[in-house]
């Protein structure tokens, strides 16, 4: 699903501007939000029918974004850095902020029917239905992070990263942790292969986590870890590096233009291309063509 953006009207008292961007993976829908404040902002978050996890990105002002179980009594926790908010379904939240100038946020709601079927597993009770007030947790805000940046990337590799962060995200908050000793297994042979295929048939286009599971007859939580348990690659990196050498084949055995070997391969354009390449291979495509074909 290709993300939107909404400039939303009518503001909050004392908010400037509020814009949202959005996007969905894999049962989780990601609003990304960017606010402009300059005084008192109060807001009620929105969750009447799925279950809301909200992490503060940053915050910038005098004040702390603060979140509230009622409009006017203030959150009984204090601030804490990387601070996030758990609401059950249809229950009332606030967000609320005494002089916070500039504040970014993700608001995750989770579709748990749909999750519960991608991920086959049954949600710990206890989790989904207590809420929690600035709890932390290093590793979900780090992983909301990395999916709140994927959000307007077009790429068509964000479908399968977002994908595994939006699954490795709902397992680790909602589920019971896994039993000692369930180390993940790799895919079989014929899972592998079958797989592998289909990645290469549907290059350079986008392809979903869910389409992968199928192919497999796995969950996506498992098929995620059974595809980098054999790949040593999680499936959105294997996908990327084989966009990755499509175009380096296209640069030694080709004399297309470095703009239509970026197209070739699903890149925005030449510059989201080299960019990438010389991330992952380490020298502009320029270059590694020169070096390559001397």
């Known amino acids: 699903m290709n993300a939107r953006i909404d400039h939303l009207d009518p503001l909050p008292e004392n908010m400037l501007d509020m814009s949202v961007s959005r996007r969905a993976w894999s049962g989780v829908n990601v609003d990304v939000t960017t606010f402009q404040c300059n005084g008192r902002v109060i807001h009620r978050l929105s969750n009447d029918s799925e279950a809301l996890l909200s992490v503060v990105l940053e915050e910038i002002g005098s004040g702390r974004c603060e979140p509230r179980l009622r409009e006017g009594s203030p959150c009984p926790i204090g601030y804490m850095p990387r601070h996030m908010l758990y609401a059950p379904a249809g229950m009332e939240v606030w967000g609320y902020s005494a002089d916070t100038r500039y504040v970014r946020d993700a608001s995750l709601t989770f579709d748990l029917p749909e999750l519960g079927e991608r991920l086959s597993t049954k949600f710990d009770v206890s989790a989904i239905s207590t809420p929690r007030l600035r709890f932390v ?3 979900i805000w780090t992983l909301v992070k990395l999916l709140a940046d994927a959000v307007n990337d077009p790429d068509p590799s964000m479908q399968l990263y977002g994908d595994g962060l939006a699954t490795a995200i709902a397992a680790r908050l909602l589920s019971s942790p896994p039993e000692i000793g369930t180390d993940a297994k790799g895919l079989s042979p014929w899972q592998l292969r079958r797989v592998l295929e289909y990645l290469d048939a549907s290059l350079p286009d986008h392809v979903a986590l869910a389409d992968l599971a199928t192919l497999s007859g796995l969950s996506q939580w498992h098929f995620s870890r059974a595809f980098k348990a054999s790949t040593g690659l999680a499936p959105y990196r294997w996908q990327l590096e084989a966009r990755l050498r499509r175009a380096q084949s296209l640069l030694l055995d080709t004399a297309a233009s470095l703009e239509q070997v970026a197209e070739a391969t699903g890149f925005a354009d030449a510059v989201h ?3 990438t390449f010389r991330r992952i ?14």
């Open 281 to 294: 291979v380490g020298a502009t495509p320029a270059v590694w063509r020169k070096v390559h074909k001397d």
């Open 137 to 139: 947790d290093d590793r």
């Open 273 to 275: 291309f080299g960019r």
